[in-house]
């Protein structure tokens, strides 16, 4: 049934399968997309550091954007 | 310093989709598109209850809510730290905005947030009319946009469309870095909760559920911390000047000719009319009749009027 | 940052913590929104804004919702880009709902009549009704030719058959005053028909209320208190109502505060609806059975003795005696020598002697008990009532009802005990053919319980402000005086009246009643062909336009100058013209008055709105031109309590009994119903109604939040929410049927079908099937909401009984293309809007 109005607020299982749907034919990469959000919400509730998440990705990033200009970069850190 | 954010009273929330609809209308949001949804708390469909119709004889165990749903505005938000280009990103007033100039439209961030809050721009945004509406232009084809708290309205002093224009005083905007905001007192004394408050990500959007509040009856569109303004300005003379019904607030009528020209007049805003700072009091009285002037004290609604 | 250098803290918090750009000091400069990133490095993000940089323009929004709410246009580059409410006088009832807001979508919408057009196959010589239909062309006209071939019409039809050949069709699409004042007025002079809501449309629960409560001018719904006493209501009933998505969302607030301050909420629908959710008291009625609820709460109160004794012996006719030989009231006549007429005799138990009751006087009067007077027998009228009612026990009730008896007590003893409150019908109960009865069983249940003339008494859902006496008052103006007045008739009488042949002209306006909003609408489509020129004046593109053969087209309300009288809030407030009509439109006062100089009565009008207003309200003595048109809303006295004073009845009491020998002998009655005493009498959606077998399910059309009758049909933020007419169902009589959730189902009886989506509610009763009204026919895969309701009415209420229709539902057939419908076309991209000129 059409009804763009009626979204839910789903539980996170579910919350990837939407997640995916939104990268979906995106130009960049999927994959990378699905794991930054996923240790996202783990930076989010305290299972991850800020500067854990962004020392993970920032490889990856680089790659992918040519550039990582995310706020989660730890003082000092080495952009290079 | 500033914390913004907003309480949304359910139990005032009537379903109506007009904070939706205003919402669409001030942020020129293209068509397919809706910044602020209402979810219906129930059934499957907007509108229905969960639960089984009660048989012949029996009591109800029906129930249904609504539930507006926006950019949560979170404090600890995913989306701002998935964004490689920081086009997304928490200013220091506690909204979290989007630099369409930077978007390049990974859609990272839509994956992150858990509220499912954002939308993107397939194709070149589509607008009725064509020209657009509202205060902002129109975001480029190619980027993810969101509520933004309307922070064009807030610069200037005016709260969020959807506060304006929620005919069931339902929604509240406010700093909570002032504990004496309506939105800081409705945290403290009210039972509130965040959405999918586990998940750490600390919005700055609260919901009531169970004591219904007074919300805030909104007799204009300033911001709370305006009509504190207004009082201050005013010293010593706050209870004549902040406010009532009447003739003040009619005195700079919106449209002051009426001829069939069709072509007149103004806004008297607040933006316009007041370099309010060093306002004298005699001043600010005047400059207060450029607009509806709301009770300050939101959480009592003016409810004895002249009238009889 | 405190006060140095003239930056003081208002700009801090303008800038809302971020260092401030040229839009926080809120004077001028660019409108470039330049924040900074929370690093504060300069982002760079262009974004133009333009706060306060809109012309506003203060007007109303004027359809027939009751609200009239006051609102600002605000407008850059000669375009319509925003509407915010505007605050009123009385700044309390500032108030707007989703509808008023998307003007800025409407005004511009391809729905919009640009140019008056002629049907391409009909001509003065050959009318051809047949080349009528959805499928007819236009062709565009002139103003002078439009005007000319009506005028040409209009006199020769007078001058052959005689103006009582004309019918001015008008209906409630524009609540502006000059427009439906102005049709009048030229009817007068010319000669013709008139029609109008009583009788034909929700004058039905008001009736039967005024008949215990007196007279009270308007036959759709009685006065209330005004909704901003609500709040020190201890108990609301809102019955038969959704009014936090009909009619009354604007003022929302006013019964959240009534709920907030501890008063009880309860509703009486089948449907749990919106406000269904905010009730502390939900009782989910079988449809039709409110007349039910109301006695048995009734026998509850008599049961348990909870009765107002007091208002009764000084305010109702309770105590007064009643011949048990006759049923007449006894008369002061029966009793003394001396004695006037009109009024009724009571028994004063301090003196045991007979005396005349008089209005608002109380004493000690038996308010129970059988009495001989004069050796006429005789019975208290409240001994009556509740002889009446004591069968209609919860528990025996309860069959038909379907409500838990231990409920019905509570809500009956909320509203007896816990101080002022009230009963707040809509029109939904009057959608029922015997609706009527209800408007009496509940005027009389609301006098058991005292609840007339106090603080926080409630009797309907309108604040009614003025009461009835809501238009401009300008005398003779909109009805001249005539040696033959013009016949009016009520909208139930109209379909016949063109099925026989009656009219040969029908001019129309602010109305899309004809091919979509009547009951039984194929029969009126098909009466149509008896008239030769249909000439219909609106401001889109409805089905009824497209069943005529002059198109009008007719200014926004923003493009018309008008005046909007009070209703639910105590303005008068100035339409101000936002802009001029796009393309070829003109206001309805424009036609009419260039019509009227072809007719010969061109010194009857002045001809421009502004200066005729003027006119006007100065025969208005409540009112102030230039004040108005100045300050825009002006907050006009009202009374917040009414009831206060004498009861309009004969007695200036509140009539418990009703002895003037009314009867109802409608559709679905055995013989003729004698109705002294509320008495539960149903039509359709009574178990033995004739095809209650055939046809089960018992259809409402609610009114929701998406629409205003048929208004805003078009509007494409809606739709994107409100896509498409859905069929709701409750799932166990979807899965009875076969038909899953989303499906396309048939919706057939015997007058016709619809084909909507399924949608499963679990809100809906067994039973009860329900979509909602307002939708054009472009919007249906098949059929239409209205051939499936018929137009037939009661004796009393002649009133449409919508919601008194009966259905079966089937799945629709496999072959049907559910595709192409135009409803889909809307929310698409194909419409493209055409704006401006």
Known sequence: MNEPQQPKLTPLPEWEEEAEAMLEDVDYDKDLGMRMARDALRVSNGEMTDEEFHEKYHEDVLAEFGEDNRPTKPEGFDDE | MTDYGMVIDQERCIGCHACAVTCKQENNVPMGQYWNRILTEGGEHLDTPEGGYPEPGESSSLDMAFQPTACQHCSNAPCV????????????????????????????????????????????PEHRPESGTGDIESRPRGTVEKCTFCTHRVEEGLDPACVVNCPADARIFGDFDDETSTVSEYVNDYDTHQLLDDLGTDPNTYYVKGEMTPGRPQKGEKMESEYDLDREDTTGTSAETTNTTGTETSAEPANTTGTSTGTETTNTTETESAPAANTSATDAAGANTSNSLADPVPHVPTVDGGTS | MSDSGGVGRRDVLKAGGVVAAAGALGIGGSNVLQTLTGDGTDSGMQLETFVGEDEVVQTVCSPNCRGKCPIDVYKRGGRIKKIQPHVPEDERYKRGCLLGLTHTQRVYDPTRLKYPMKRTDWSLENPNPKGRGFDAEFERISWDKALSLLASKLQTTKRKKGAERVLWHGGSGNQGNLGGMTRSRLASLFGGVTDAFHYGIDTNVGQGFDRVAGNLADAFLPPSNAPTDWKNCETMIAWGTDLFRSQFEMDAEHVLETIRDGGKFVVVDPVYTATASKADLWLPIAPGKDTLLALSMMQVIFEEGLHDDEFLRKRSTAPALVRTDTGDLLQPSDVFANAGSGDAVAMNTRTGQPEQLSAETGGPYALFGTHKINGIETKTALTLLKEHVSQYTPEATA????????????????????????????????????????????????????????????????????????????????SPPSDAPNPTLGYKDDIAAIENGRFDVIYAMESNMLANQFPDRQRSIKALKNVDMIAWADMHHTPSVQYSDLILPVAHWFEQEDIITPANHPHITYRHKVQEPLWEAKSDYWILSRLAKRLGFGDAFVGDAHKELKGLVVRDDRLDFDKLDKQGTVAMDYETVMYEDEFGTDTGRLELYDDSGLTESGPGLDGEVSLELPKPIEARTSEDYEKADEYPLMFMQKHGVFRIHSQYEMNSWVREINTEPHLDINPSDANARNIADGEYVRVHNDKGEMVVKAKYNDGMQPGLINTDQGWWNRDFVKGHINDLTDAEVGDIGRTFAFYDTRVEVEPAPDDLDTEGHLGDDLVGSEAQPSEGN
């Open chain 3, 399 to 478: 069959g038909k009802t379907r409500l838990s008896p231990s409920d019905v007590r509570t809500a009956a003893r909320w509203l007896a005990t816990r101080g002022p409150g009230g009963i707040l019908p809509s029109y939904g109960i009057g959608r029922y053919m015997y609706g009527h009865v209800f408007g009496q069983a509940y005027a009389t249940l609301m006098g058991l319980t005292g609840d007339y003339g106090n603080s926080g008494n409630i009797h309907t859902q309108h604040g009614n402000i003025w009461g009835g006496n809501q238009e401009l008052q300008v005398g003779e103006w909109a």
């Open chain 2, 81 to 124: 730290k998935v964004c490689p280009v920081n086009a997304t990103y928490t200013r220091d007033d506690g909204i979290v905005e989007i630099d369409y100039d930077k978007c390049i439209g990974c859609r990272y961030c839509m994956a992150a947030c858990p509220y499912n809050a954002r939308v993107f721009n397939w194709g070149e």
